[in-house]
C-alpha cells in the first residue's frame, strides 16, 4: 500500500467498546501486570482495560478533560475549539516573558471546587484499571502562557527564571495530586509533557537537565509516594530523554508515537518500563482496500517485536483505533488470540 493515497485518517483517535469474552483472568489483572513490568497472559488494550476517574475540578481545565467548545483556562488563556482537529488550541497569552509570572500568575485555588462532590455519582468498574489525567508538565503549562517562541526563547536565555516558574509549577501540581489521591483509588495516573517534533527534541539535554528536569523529578516521586504507578506521555521524537524518563524521572509507562525506536526501550528498559504503542498504523487500518489478512498480519507483526515473549518485561501495551467496528474486531481479535499463544509459556 502506497503512502500517496489518499487516506482518511482523523486528527483523533475512534475508540471502541471492549469486546465481551471469557477471558483466562479479568482484563484489569493482565493490564497491571504489564505496567508493574510482569509477563501478562495476552497483549492488553489499554483503552479498553482502563476507565478514567473525573478529575477536573480544580480549575485546571485544559490539563484534563477540556470541553468542545470555546474556553478559558483558569490561568486567562483562552482556547478555540476546531471541529476538524477535534481538540482546542491555545490562542492567547498572559505572559509576554518570564520575568512577569511572578506577577501575573495566580495559581488556581485548590480549597474552592468541592471535591467530594465532583467524585459523587462516579460509578467505578471494578473489571477495569481506575486512571485518572493529571494534566499538563512544566513546557507545556508555559508554552501556553506566553507562546511556543517566546519560551523557547528564555529558556535559553533565561533558565534560571524558568526553573523558577516549574518548580512553583511542580509545588502546586503536588497539591493536587495529594487531593485528587483522597478522591479515588487510581492504578495510575497520566502526566503529559510533549518534549519534541517529529524530527527531535525542541531543546537540548543540558537546558533540559537544568530547567524542567528536577521538577518533573520532584512531581512524579510524589505520586510514586502513594504507591501509584506513572504513565508519561511526551509526543514527537524524544528517543534522547528516554534514559532520563528511566533512570531519573522513574516513569513507569511511556506513551510515546511509534516514530521512537519501541524496541530497543523494550531491550533495554524492558524490566523498568513498559511502553504504549498508540494506534497501529492507520495507514493499513484506515485504508478501505486493506484486506482481512493484511488486518491480522499487522496485528501479529507488533505482538512478534514488542510482545512480552520477545522482550524483558511486560512488552508493549496497545492502543487500538480503527475506522469501523468490523477492523477493530479483526484487528483486536488476532491481537488476543495471538499473543495469548505467543505467551501462554512465559514465567509469571
Known sequence: MSLMKDIQIPTMPIRFPKVERDYPIPEKENLLLALHHQKPMWMPNITTSSLVAPSNGYGDTADT????NNYTDSYGVLYEYSEAQGSATPVTTVLSEIGEWREKIKWPDLDKPDWQNMAAGFVRDETRALYGRVGIGCFERLHTLMGFEQTLMDLISEPEE???????????????????IRLYPY???????????????????????ETILPPTVRMIKAIHEYGIQVI???????????????????????????INDIKSMLQTYGGRLTVEYQSPDPYILYDPETTEEQIRLLARQIVDTYGAQANPGGGCVVAVSAPTAEVYNIFNEEMYTYSLYQYKHLTR
Not at 524558568?162 to 485528587?180: G, L, P, Q, S, T
Request: include cysteine.
Open 65 to 68: 478533560n477540556p470541553p468542545k
Open 162 to 180: 524558568c526553573r523558577a516558574f516549574f518548580e512553583a509549577y511542580a509545588d502546586y501540581k503536588i497539591e493536587v495530586f495529594k487531593r485528587m
Open 187 to 209: 492504578d495510575y495516573l497520566m502526566l503529559n509533557d510533549d518534549w519534541g517534533t517529529a524530527h527531535g527534541p525542541f531543546f537540548s539535554t543540558d537546558l533540559f537537565e
Open 232 to 258: 508519561f506521555h511526551s509526543c514527537g521524537l524524544i528517543d534522547t530523554f528516554v534514559p532520563y524518563l528511566v533512570e531519573n524521572i522513574g516513569a513507569d509507562i511511556l506513551q510515546i508515537q511509534t
